[in-house]
């Protein structure tokens, strides 16, 4: 998927009315301000209240759904094999959020200065924040895509990563 696709489909839920946030590696890209490798997919974070504007937007540009995973996350594909990772959120008053995980009693959380802003092409993007990307980053083997993307956050913002 490449930088004018990611900004149509941001540009697609905007209107709307969803509010994401990207994550995985456009959000890196998008926190380093470049793009640094080819992306097969692109994440993105929802308020799970928002969830049935984000698959309506998604569906009119083609996008069906390919993956149920929920609540954790959710694939849509679009001809051509274009993919969005659909990530729903739980906001609380003070802006962090919870999405859930394959242990219940453990879900992903998301503090509030967790939510960022990027840019992919020169355009400002909403992102997760350098420090959420790395949490992400741990607990699993690592692929070669994953050690790209931590690197890049290591050169851009001097921090520690796992790998």
Do not use: K, N
Not at 2 to 11: P, T
Not at 31 to 45: W, Y
Not at 59 to 82: C, K, M, N, Q, Y
Not at 118 to 143: K, M, N, R, W
């Amino acid at each position: 998927m490449d930088a004018d696709a990611v900004l149509h489909i941001l540009d697609l839920l905007r209107r709307a009315g969803a509010e994401v946030w990207v994550g995985g590696g456009w959000g890196i890209d998008a926190l380093v301000g470049e793009q640094t490798r080819h992306h097969r997919d692109l994440d993105l974070m929802h308020r799970r209240e928002q969830e049935p504007a984000v698959v309506a937007a998604l569906a009119g540009a083609g996008f069906v759904e390919s993956l149920d995973l929920r609540p954790v996350r959710f694939v849509v594909t679009a001809p051509g094999g274009r993919e969005v990772d659909l990530h729903p959120l739980v906001f609380a008053g003070d802006g962090s959020a919870v999405q859930a995980s394959g242990e219940p009693e453990r879900p992903f959380t998301y503090p509030a200065a967790g939510f960022v802003t990027g840019s992919i092409g020169g355009t400002a993007v909403p992102c997760l924040s350098a420090d959420q990307q790395v949490y992400f980053h741990q607990g699993y083997e690592p692929s070669e895509r994953d050690r790209h993307d931590m690197a890049q956050l290591r050169r851009v913002f001097g921090i520690a990563t796992h790998f």
